[in-house]
Every structure is written in C-alpha cells, then in structure tokens.
C-alpha cells in the first residue's frame, strides 16, 4: 500500500543524515579535552590500516530531559594521517534550518587544528560562514562552515558544537556508530524525557553495548573500533551490514514481543475497519465483479481485474497525472467512494479490494510489512519503525494468499520483492498474526531470449533478436520505463546493448507491454554487430553465448567483507541460432559442462549443429532455488565461484574453420 | 560534503512534494503567448526541446547600476524534456537581486498555469565553496510539464557593478528559433562586440541601443569527444564604451595590457610578505642548490595546501582578487588565485620573481584573443622567471620578460616541469601590469606523456596462466595514474586495478599490486602479479587460444555512431606494450593474428607477432597526437579505433605437438 513514509519522517532522515555527516558527541563542558602525545606522533591508523583518518574519539551528549528541545552536543577529534584525509576532512559543514515545524538550530562552534609540532591554530569566528543552501515554501536549510586552519598529514582537528531541535522529542533518534573514516571510540551520553514513558534502546547488527548510568540522569553507551562501510557489488542494505542503534520511547511493555504486537494488531483494526467497510454498494460490485466464477482462485482473480480494470490508480508514475493534478484530486474515504469515483490511490485499490474479498465471504486482512530493501526484519524487535501496511492478506483454505493490486504492475498472485519472504503482520482483532510471504520461485522472475543471427566472414554478426521479461525482472524494466518517451526507451535499450557490445547497431526496435502487469515485457529489435568474432589465419572464433558476450564477472575481487544478497531468485532461457558464413564449418562443438550447486542454482548449456552451417545454442540459468538469495560472507568463494563458472561456460568460444567438415 | 549534497538533493524534493496548487487561470504575457504560437522545424527524435525565445535586455547606467530583463520560452518536445521547464536566474547577494520572477507553463489546448514568488526556490549555486555570494532562484514545473507544453519565464535582475562588459551565449545544446541580446546604454555611450563560434553578427543601432540577433540555430548534439559546447554554440562578447569624461565605476578594457594593469592593481598588493612567510620560504629552500630546486620545493610545498574557495565582493572584483598571501599562509588553504599568489610572494622571498597568469580550465579553445576581458577566465597559475640554467618542457619566452617558467600551483598532481593537459596550448594573460599580455601554453608532445608497458605471461597446456605486468608512466600519463592513486583510498585503489586485470583475464587472482609515485620526476610505476586457471579455452585437448593483449589499454575511444556532426577532439597519448608469452610444453603456433600498421594525420599504431624459440612477443604501439578532425573526416578516425578493437581481439591458436 503504498504511501511512501510522509514528510516528518523525511525531515526525520535529514536530521539523522545530519546527525551522520557532523560528529556527534559531547563534552560536558566546554573545554577541549587534553592531547595525548603519543596521538600527534602516531603515524598509523588504529582501527583500520590504510586509513586516511581516523577518529580518536566521537562523543555524543542527547539531553531529552527538557519539555521543548532535544539538544546535542557534539565532539569529533580526528587524526589526519594522509594529502586525502587533509582533503576530506579539512572542510566543515554542518547543516540546520527549518522546515514546516521542524526547526534546527547550531550554536557555539569551536574549533581548532593541532599541528604535528603541537602548535595550535584556533578557529577564527570571523572564519565560520553561515549560509542558507536552500529556501523556499517554510523550507530553510542552512549550514554553518568552515575551513580547518593550517591542517597537514599528522595534525589532529578537533570541533565541537551544540544542535537544538526545537521542540523534538527523542523518540525513534537513530544513533550512529560508523562514519566515513574509522572511529578508535564512540560514545554518546543520553537523558531521557521522564514523562512515565520508557525510554528503549535497540542495537542492529553489533553487540549490545552496556546503557551506564552516569552522573545528572545521564545514561552512556560506548562502541570502539568502528570501521566505515565500505560499498560492495550484492550487498544487503546500509541498515542491515551497519551498526546503529534505535532509541525510542513506549508506554507497551516490549519485553513479550507477542503481547506488544497484539495491541499494535487491534489498534491498527480500529483504524483499518471503516476504510475496508464492505457496504451494499461493495456487496454488489463483489456479485458483480465475481460473476460465475466459482473456485477461491478464481473469485479472488475477478476481484483482483475489476479494480485494476474500473479503478483508475492515481498513484501509478504511468497515469499522466502532474503533481498539480494530484493535488486536487479528492481523497476517498472508504471502498464505496473508490467504486464511486472510478479512481484512488494505490491504498485506496488495495483496501477496496480487500472490502470486495471481505464482501464475498472471505477472512481478509491488512498485512504490515517491513521492506527488505531496508532492513531484514525480525518481530522480535517490538516496534512499528520498521513495518507499514503493504497488501492485503486473504485466506484461502489453510493459507494466507497476499495481493497488493495497488501497485500497478504486480500480477495477480505476486508481491513485490521487497515483501517477498518477510514475516508479516496481519492486523485483526483477535490479535497478532505473523506470516512468512512466499518468495517467488526462480522461474516466475524469467528472461526469455531467442535471437537468429547470420555471421559474415569479416566477423560481423547480424539478425534479430527478442527478449521476454517476467515477474521481478518485468517489474523492474516496466519501472525503468514507464516514464519515458518512446524514444528515451529505445536510448535505453541501445545503452544497455553498447554497454557490453559497444559496436551494436539497433533497428526495428519494438518495445511492448510497458505499463501491462500480467504480459511479459518485451524487447524486440534487428542487431548488426561488427567485430563480433574474430579472424585469426584461416578460423573465425564465434562466442554463441550472444546475450552474455561482454558482460564481466559478478564478482571481480577475492575479498569479502559483507554477506552477498541479490534481491529475489531469477531464471534465464536462451536460444541463439547462428547461421554460418559460406565455406566455414564448425571446427568442434564441444559445449561447457553443466553446472549445479544443489537446488539453488543450475547451468545448462547445449550446442548442436542443423543442416551442417547452423549453430543453435541453447543455455539455461536459475539462480535462488529454496528462497536461497543471502549468503554469508563465509561463503563468498563458493558464490565467487559459481559465478566464475558460469561466467568462463559463457565465454566459451567455438572455432569456425574454412573449408572444415561440420561436426555434430 | 556528500551528505550536504544529500541534504540539498533531498531537500528539493521535499520542495517538489510542497508545491502548492495553482491557478489555472492566470494569462500568460503576449510575448510567450506569441512565442508559443510559433511553429517549429521538424528535429530528430532525440531532441527534447526547441526553445522558442532567448532574449536578454540590459539597461546600463553610468553609475553601475545594471537592470537586466530576460524573457525565455521552450517548447518540450518529449517528455524527456520536462527538465527544461525550469527558470533559474543567478544573483550576487552582496551587490545584485532577483526584481521580479515569474513563470508560466502553457498546456496544448491553451490552459495556462502561473508560478511567482511562491513558488521560488534560492539556493546556493556551488555547495563545495565554504562561502560564495553566488545564488540561483529556481522555478521548477518540471513535475507539471510534459511533451507539447511551451514553458516560459520573465526575470528582472538589478546590480551594481564595476565591470563594464557583459557575455552571451545565443543558444544551449537546444535548437533556438529567436536569440536576442539588447544593450541600452546612457547617452553618448557606445558598445562593441565580438561574436564567437559564429561570424560576426551585426547590431541593429538605434541611439545607445544596440541589438543582436540570431534566428533558426540548429540542435548541438552530444557526441564522444565532441568540442565543448562553449566552442560550438555561438557566443557574444559586449564592452561598453562610456562617453568621453563620463564618471562611471564601470571598468572597460581596450586591449590585454589594460586587463593586465587592471588585476595586477588587484593581485600586486595581496603578495606583500611577512617575517613568517619569509622564513617559511627559505626554510622550504635551505637545501635546494639551483633555481629549479629552489621553484619545485615552494611549488611542491603550495599544491599540498588545502583547496578551500571563499569568494566575497565578487560584484566589486573580489572574485578576481587573491585573499593576502599571509593570510593564505597562516590558514594554510587557498583558492587557485591564493595558491598562485602565495607562490609568487615565496619566490620572491628567495629572490625569485614571478607572476600570477589567468587562464580558462575546462577548454582550450575558450579564451579568444579578439575579446580583452578578465571575464574570459576561470583559474589562475605561476609565471616564473627563470635563467637559462632552468630547462623545462613548461617554459615560454616573454618578449621583454624572457623566459617564463609556466606552473599550476594548484594541480598537486602536476609538479614544476609540467602543465595539466588542460591547460596546454590555451591562451593565458600573463597579470605583469604594463608587460602583461596573452601568451599561448606550451604543449607537450606525446613522446612524453607516454605509458610503456611490459607483460611477462607464462602459459599453461591447461589453460591456466600467470604473468607479471609492469607499467611505466611519465608526464601526464604519470599524471592521470597518480590522480587515480590518489583519489582512491588503497583497498579502493587495489579493488580497482583487480577490476581492471579480470576484465581481461577472467578469474585472476592478484598475488602483488605495487604502485610507486615518483612525483619529482613526474613518473609513476604500477607492477602487478596475478595468475588464471582458465585463460586460454582449450578445444578438443588440442588446441589451445588465447589473447595475447592481456589488459586493456587505459582510455580506448569507442565511436560506434554511423554518422558524425561535431569534430572529433583527439588528446595526445602514446603506448608501448611488449608481451612476452612463455608457451606450454608440447604446443606449437598454429594460427597468429595478422598485424596490423596503421598511419593517418592524428596518429599511428602498429601491432605485430613473433615466435622466438618458446617464446611469443606481442607487441603494440599507440600515438595519437593532440587533433581536432573534421566531422567529413569522420569514416576514418572510426575505421581507424575499429581496426585497432578488432586486432587487439584477436586470439592467437596453439597447437598440441
């Protein structure tokens, strides 16, 4: 369902990027702390070899205690070991402003650089500049900055400030831990609100460190050695590889993760029951939409066409709708307004078909979802931060079916991916119900590919070529498109095509089923490729893998620091037919052997030769069998591996000889 | 920084979400409506937009005072072209503002949308300067816009200003139907042009008005290594001439002399030196024994401080003036024109004498002799006198000055000696106050910017391999890889070079990535060592092919397109490989690719195979000089890359004895 998080929560991620971007942490007074010597001679990195800076230590004091502000107090002291640590580190900004009620101010900046020899060069205030990056419509945002004096490789900066958020609260303050550089230590000093709420704290992915108790209601927390993230190829989300910390206020007791979902689960019914209300109008539309369908499947299919048939969805990027005419469309306020109005947003379809579902007789419910694009979630963690309504559940038989029909290109039965394999809750009043949503099988996500092809002597390869996408893999092109012109889409195409065959020349280019949900995607197009294979004396050397030729490994390096994930289980079908140019034959037809690594993945390639000067090559691929899609860094080579395989199967060449005798 | 670019990025569109409904109804004004009305020529279907009007009116007054009036209207064309629907108008905060704007956006059936004060959004025009006075008001409607809508916006800017010259570009990349720039000048006034990319464009005078005006300019399309678009659009260069007496801030230049009087009265005060600055200077110098030593030790000493740009007064000419070069010192950052000006104050603490130079940093065709204007320029670099004892690739001769010793003093990858390709042949003022004057940058040839590399492969009867590749660069070659080297944090840089060898040779693993920067001699030396057990494919347990061009060449230039507008822009480069391949036991060469020799006015390469007992040498050699061919020439620059691509695939066939 659908709406995106709304525009607090957005603020909410600017602050928490700002909270990120400008060391946090605090002294309690306003002192600079003492130098350690042996830190303005080190010439070594701590945490990290190879670093270009490091953060000796980051302190952080949050004071929620007062009833109007949440003020911080920040503290960075930074080594410089290197010209690209100077470089990165040697300029400060540190944003604040206002916008709608949310307003951030900066105070009482200091800052100084400590030369290797220990001389001192203090921040100037005259050197601090102020400026408003941007303005407009109760949108102010500001930053203070500055330049470092004076800083070379062996100095240590040090900088401090005060951030008030006026009139914030602390509730659902993510606490960082890891920043672009290393951090030797990381502690942040936290005074909650007493308002007889309890304030919690939860770590991800780190050991939960010790809450101390400090002086003036103080609580510390202190993590050590933080690396920074380093970006890899497949890997899961920042918040899922990062360590941080959740800071949040409850009055539910958290600590029976069932209890706290239970009442989360009946509150979200009170608020759902009149939005999915099943009137006669709803009753009728279900008879009618329904007609003589007479399995569950087929009900449920009737209902799932209609409001994507009779509701036009105002959310959908393909609709024609400005951000002008959304603006003045009426919101609906149940099922029947939708039916009445002929249109809604995404959530409006969504909880309109649950009221049609709910009308002919079925067990519905609104599923809370997290986002596996996100984070993967666990109903452990007992908080709503990370779940928002998502699809409908519907019970069939014995088994929660999920639908999302508001998301305009999702066929019926599918979700979309960043749903897939999640525990869900499914809201009621009978309490909380947790559900695991199927994953798709690899074949539902397939690329289907055929191309007839004609190689000439000089190496040219020319024909036509068609390219079916499915599932996950459709979406994902449909979204890739379904803005664009018609000829943006065909640029599209040409730089995927240039980008692993770079003297392709495209014609003809057929582009179908852009904005369907249920018809694959598809690519049609005439392809003339020179230089496609290669001469060498009296042999012509032909790739056949033709829609891998180009591509390199997945994988390229041999170190791994984050587990590998790929979004949802893929299959690939390939057909090539290569007619052979005059007085050329197949030197051999040996084809790469088969490949499988148990029911998560298998390669299959076949090369036969048809009336003595036709190549045909077939290659089929799945990956993610058994919802197999994460793997621990622990397995990184096998990973490497398979994919090495596949890929060195895929570059096989085959030799073309003048004047040879084709071999089967 | 990037999280501030986040910052801003997400702030936009928290703006974009924020846009509050308007009136429909608001009547657009007569000249876009009649803008709107115009038909255009049909484009290719990669065009996204024609602009309809692009007119610009300034009204100077003696005392500085400028109004500029601009009126803009496009048509989108696709909905790719919605990016255009959008009115962005710079100011400077200190001395100008944005009077009046407003926009509008014309649906096909008439149906007209206004956008004004509400809707405006000011923001920073470069989020990297620690300071700049330099700001934008936008309008967006680009989430309202879509193919066959005109967009069109009228802006009213005010300044004072102490620059008595203005320039105009007559068009974008976009096809223009009507382009007019209009100059009112005080009685008795006068101005003079120049028109650049274009042939000269005649005013229409009417009194002190003077108008210019070009119609039907055809789309600049996008190609690989095209010119820049500021060599290809035409362009307008306007000085005002006051009358005689008139007394008016405003600064005119009649010649490069004047221009060069003008920022040395800017840059001569900001190079006074202190006892710190002084000692500092000598201190860098205490053990160099010549003068070039003397210059490498101040330059080496001036690159590695901080680049941090903090630009105040710009209207009054203080984007043109260096901060003190004892400030610069003391903070230990510095814009180009500090770092130039710092430079010259520490060589003259040691007795050296030198000059800052404005020059343009992005093209080197940009800055034209026929306009004398400060405004030609964007960053600043050293003239240093030097003696004939100081030999160097950088040095031009002066007529009175003599030998001049050319340096960017802010370009740390670039040392004493060497000038980033960039700057090279383009057109430089020399800031000398009566001496000053355009001097052309040297060029240096191809010979010595060269990469010369050397491969040692052994082979396998199983396909496996392991080599060693050992690279040498100098000049900028040297620089570009030391750029590399130093962007990139060392697993960065390591992760980089390993991508770089398995995309030639699958599955290889790395076992020795040893860079080694020899900046003093700008040299730079990268040795890796890594082994495949699947390099070569063996067919039938008989043959056995592989390619003997182990790596790919750094930049290759890939022109794919059937057909060519623009002049293809060539930069000088120059290769050696040799690859030494230990063939496996029991396996004799088969088949080996033909070699290839090429030669044309732009450049050469050669390719060639040898055996020598078990042993085949590869090897290639590239030189392309600096060029810019014409698009009629354009078959043959592609032939030329093709023919290379093709021979550089080509797989040599061994066979089992």
Same mark, same amino acid.
């Given at each position: 369902m659908f709406l995106p998080r709304f525009l607090p929560t957005l603020f909410l991620t600017l602050v928490c990027l700002l909270v990120l971007?400008? @060391?946090?942490?605090?002294?309690?007074?306003?002192?600079?702390?003492?130098?350690?010597?042996?830190?303005?001679?080190?010439?070594?990195?701590?945490?990290?070899?190879?670093?270009?800076?490091?953060?000796? +230590?980051?302190?952080?004091?949050?004071?929620?205690?007062?009833?109007?502000?949440?003020? +911080? %107090?920040?503290?960075?002291?930074?080594? =410089?070991? !290197?010209?690209?640590?100077?470089?990165?580190?040697?300029?400060?900004?540190?944003?604040?402003?206002?916008?709608?009620?949310?307003?951030?101010?900066?105070?009482?900046?200091?800052?100084?650089?400590?030369?290797?020899?220990?001389?001192?060069?203090?921040?100037?205030? *005259?050197?601090?500049?102020?400026?408003?990056?941007?303005?407009?419509?109760?949108?102010?945002?500001?930053?203070?900055?500055?330049?470092?004096?004076?800083?070379?490789?062996?100095?240590?900066?040090? &900088?401090?400030?005060?951030? #008030?958020?006026?009139?914030?609260?602390?509730?659902? =303050?993510?606490?960082?831990?890891?920043?672009?550089?290393?951090?030797?230590?990381?502690?942040?000093?936290?005074?909650?609100?007493?308002?007889?709420?309890?304030?919690?704290?939860?770590?991800?992915? /780190?050991?939960?460190?010790?809450?101390?108790?400090?002086?003036? /209601?103080?609580?510390?927390?202190?993590?050590?050695?933080?690396?920074?993230?380093?970006?890899?190829?497949?890997?899961?989300?920042?918040?899922? #590889?990062?360590?941080?910390?959740?800071?949040? &206020?409850?009055?539910?007791?958290?600590?029976? @993760?069932?209890? &706290?979902?239970?009442?989360?689960?009946?509150?979200?019914?009170?608020?759902?029951?009149?939005?999915?209300?099943?009137?006669?109008?709803?009753?009728?539309?279900?008879? !009618?939409?329904?007609?003589?369908?007479?399995?569950?499947?087929?009900?449920?299919?009737?209902?799932?066409?209609?409001?994507?048939?009779?509701?036009?969805?105002?959310?959908?990027?393909?609709?024609?709708?400005?951000?002008?005419?959304?603006?003045?469309?009426?919101?609906?306020?149940?099922?029947?307004?939708?039916?009445?109005?002929?249109?809604?947003?995404?959530?409006?379809?969504?909880?309109?078909?649950?009221?049609?579902?709910?009308?002919?007789?079925?067990?519905?419910?609104?599923?809370?979802?997290?986002?596996?694009?996100?984070?993967?979630?666990?109903?452990?963690?007992?908080?709503?931060?990370?779940?928002?309504?998502?699809?409908?559940?519907? %019970?069939?038989?014995?088994?929660?079916?999920?639908?999302?029909?508001?998301?305009?290109?999702?066929?019926?039965?599918?979700?979309?991916?960043?749903?897939?394999?999640?525990? !869900?809750?499914?809201?009621?009043?009978?309490?909380?119900?947790?559900?695991? !949503? @199927?994953? *798709?099988?690899?074949?539902?996500?397939?690329?289907?590919?055929?191309?007839?092809?004609r190689l000439l002597e000089d190496g040219t390869l020319e024909g036509d070529v068609r390219m079916e996408y499915t599932g996950h893999l459709a979406i994902e092109k449909k979204e890739e498109n379904d803005e664009d012109s018609p000829q943006q889409r065909e640029d599209t195409l040409r730089e995927m095509i240039k980008s692993h065959m770079s003297t392709a020349e495209l014609s003809n280019i057929q582009i179908e089923n852009v904005t369907d949900p249920a018809k694959p995607f598809v690519y049609a197009f005439h392809i003339r490729v020179p230089g496609y294979a290669q001469k060498t004396g009296r042999r012509l050397f032909l790739q056949p893998a033709f829609f891998q030729h180009g591509f390199g490994a997945l994988f390229q390096t041999s170190d791994r620091t984050y587990p590998v994930y790929f979004h949802f289980p893929w299959s690939e079908d390939d057909n090539v037919e290569i007619e052979l140019p005059g007085g050329y034959a197949l030197d051999h037809a040996e084809a790469p052997a088969p490949m499988s690594a148990g029911n998560v993945s298998a390669y299959n390639v076949k090369i036969q030769v048809a009336d003595e000067h036709t190549i045909l090559y077939h290659r089929t691929f799945f990956f993610g069998g058994g919802e197999s899609i994460l793997f621990p860094t622990t397995t990184y080579s096998a990973i490497k591996q398979v994919f090495d395989a596949v890929h060195t199967s895929d570059e096989h060449t085959l030799a073309l000889r003048q004047g040879a005798t084709a071999s089967n | 920084m990037n999280m501030l670019k986040r910052l801003i990025g997400c702030t936009f569109f928290l703006l974009l979400l924020s846009v509050p409904a308007l009136a429909g109804s608001d009547e657009a004004p007569l000249w876009l409506r009649d803008a709107a009305a115009q038909n255009a020529p049909a484009y290719d279907r990669q065009v996204r937009a024609v602009v309809l009007r692009r007119e610009q009116n300034v009204t100077v007054s003696e005392d500085g005072h400028i109004v500029t009036t601009t009126l803009y209207a496009v048509r989108l064309l696709t909905r790719e072209g919605r990016e255009y629907a959008r009115a962005i108008v710079p100011y400077l905060t200190e001395t100008g503002k944005v009077r009046e704007l407003n926009a509008w956006l014309i649906r096909p059936g008439g149906a007209v949308k206004h956008y004004g004060s509400d809707n405006v959004t000011d923001a920073i025009s470069d989020p990297n300067d620690v300071y700049n006075e330099l700001r934008v008001k936008v309008i967006s409607a680009a989430s309202d816009a879509d193919a066959g809508m005109v967009f069109g916006y009228q802006s009213v800017t005010e300044e004072r200003s102490v620059f008595g010259y203005d320039d105009w570009n007559f068009q974008d990349r976009l096809p223009t139907l009507a382009a007019r720039y209009t100059v009112n000048l005080p009685s008795g006034w006068s101005a003079q042009s120049v028109t650049f990319n274009h042939s000269k464009v005649e005013p229409a005078v009417s009194g002190t008005s003077y108008s210019w005006e070009l119609d039907n300019l055809p789309p600049i399309a996008e190609e690989p290594a095209s010119p820049e678009v500021t060599n290809l659009a035409p362009r307008l260069a306007v000085s005002y001439v006051p009358a005689q007496g008139a007394n008016t801030p405003l600064k005119t230049f009649s010649n490069w002399v004047d221009v060069s009087r003008w920022l040395s009265e800017l840059h001569d005060p900001q190079a006074a030196s202190n006892d710190a600055l002084i000692a500092k200077a000598r201190e860098l110098t205490a053990n160099s024994h010549t003068e070039l030593e003397r210059i490498q030790a101040i330059g080496r000493y001036v690159q590695h401080l901080q680049y941090i740009s903090i630009d105040i007064g710009v209207g009054r000419g203080g984007g043109l003036r260096p901060h003190a070069a004892t400030e610069v010192f003391a903070k230990s950052y510095g814009d180009c024109k500090d770092k130039a000006n710092l430079m010259r104050a520490m060589l003259k603490a040691v007795g050296i004498t030198a000059y800052t130079m404005a020059i343009y940093l992005g093209d080197p065709t940009y800055v034209r002799e026929e306009w004398a204007s400060p405004s030609q320029f964007n960053h600043c670099i050293v003239a240093i006198k030097v003696g004939d004892e100081t030999q160097a690739a950088t040095v031009v001769q002066h007529p009175k000055l003599g030998r001049l010793l050319i340096f960017d003093a802010t370009d740390d990858a670039t040392p004493v000696g060497d000038l980033p390709q960039e700057e090279q042949n383009s057109l430089a003022l020399l800031i000398a106050g009566d001496q000053g004057a355009l001097l052309r940058m040297p060029v240096t040839p191809p010979e010595s910017n060269r990469l010369e590399r050397q491969a040692e492969m052994t082979l396998n009867g199983d396909g496996s391999m392991s080599a060693s590749v050992h690279e040498r660069f100098a000049g900028q070659s040297a620089v570009s890889a030391r750029r590399e080297f130093r962007a990139l944090s060392r697993p960065q840089y390591n992760q980089r070079i390993e991508e770089w060898i398995t995309h030639g040779v699958q599955g290889a693993r790395l076992s020795r990535i040893e860079p080694t920067d020899q900046i003093n001699e700008n040299r730079f030396a990268l040795d890796v060592d890594f082994n495949s057990l699947a390099y070569a494919q063996l067919m039938q347990n008989r043959l056995l092919i592989f390619k003997p061009a182990i790596v790919s060449r750094h930049d290759s230039l890939v022109l794919t397109e059937a057909s060519r507008r623009q002049p293809v822009v060539l930069g000088p480069y120059a290769l050696t490989e040799t690859v030494r391949v230990h063939l496996p036991a029991n396996f004799d060469v088969d088949e080996l690719p033909d070699p290839l020799k090429l030669d044309a006015p732009f450049g050469s390469y050669a390719a060639s195979y040898e055996v020598k007992g078990d042993q085949l040498v590869f090897t290639r050699t590239m030189t392309l000089r600096a060029a810019t061919i014409p698009p009629e020439q354009y078959a043959t620059v592609r032939g030329f890359f093709e023919r290379i691509l093709a021979t550089e695939q080509a797989p040599v066939v061994l066979a089992r004895r």
């Open positions: 971007s400008t @060391p946090l942490a605090l002294a309690d007074d306003n002192d600079w702390k003492p130098v350690d010597p042996a830190e303005l001679s080190s010439t070594t990195p701590v945490v990290e070899p190879n670093a270009d800076a490091e953060a000796i +230590f980051w302190e952080v004091r949050m004071d929620d205690s007062q009833t109007e502000d949440l003020i +911080f %107090k920040h503290y960075i002291r930074i080594k =410089v070991f !290197t010209e690209r640590g100077r470089e990165a580190q040697s300029k400060v900004d540190i944003p604040f402003g206002k916008i709608s009620h949310y307003k951030i101010r900066i105070e009482d900046i200091a800052a100084r650089t400590i030369r290797p020899d220990g001389t001192i060069i203090e921040l100037k205030k *005259s050197d601090i500049f102020e400026r408003t990056i941007v303005k407009a419509n109760g949108v102010k945002i500001k930053a203070k900055s500055f330049a470092m004096p004076g800083v070379e490789p062996g100095s240590i900066i040090e &900088y401090r400030w005060r951030e #008030v958020r006026e009139n914030q609260s602390a509730n659902n =303050v993510r606490l960082e831990f890891q920043r672009d550089i290393p951090v030797r230590s990381v502690k942040y000093y936290l005074k909650p609100f007493a308002n007889g709420e309890t304030m919690r704290v939860q770590t991800f992915h /780190g050991n939960s460190p010790e809450l101390v108790k400090e002086r003036n /209601g103080f609580y510390s927390v202190t993590m050590t050695n933080m690396k920074p993230v380093h970006e890899e190829p497949n890997m899961p989300p920042e918040d899922q #590889v990062k360590t941080w910390m959740l800071l949040y &206020y409850t009055p539910i007791p958290t600590s029976n @993760p069932a209890i &706290y979902w239970g009442l989360v689960s009946k509150a979200f019914d009170e608020i759902i029951k009149p939005l999915m209300k099943a009137d006669d109008r709803v009753k009728q539309t279900a008879a !009618t939409a329904i007609g003589d369908a007479t399995t569950p499947e087929q009900k449920l299919q009737r209902l799932y066409e209609y409001v994507r048939a009779n509701v036009k969805n105002t959310s959908d990027d393909a609709s024609g709708l400005t951000a002008e005419d959304r603006l003045k469309l009426k919101s609906n306020k149940s099922p029947s307004d939708t039916i009445k109005r002929g249109q809604g947003t995404g959530q409006d379809i969504d909880l309109l078909f649950g009221a049609l579902a709910k009308a002919a007789g079925f067990d519905v419910r609104v599923a809370l979802a997290p986002d596996r694009n996100q984070i993967f979630f666990s109903p452990e963690f007992s908080n709503l931060y990370f779940v928002e309504p998502s699809s409908v559940a519907v %019970k069939v038989g014995d088994v929660w079916r999920f639908f999302n029909p508001g998301y305009n290109l999702l066929p019926f039965g599918m979700l979309r991916w960043q749903e897939e394999g999640e525990e !869900t809750l499914l809201v009621g009043e009978s309490g909380a119900l947790w559900v695991k !949503t @199927p994953m *798709s099988p690899p074949e539902l996500s397939r690329v289907t590919r055929k191309a007839k092809l | -």
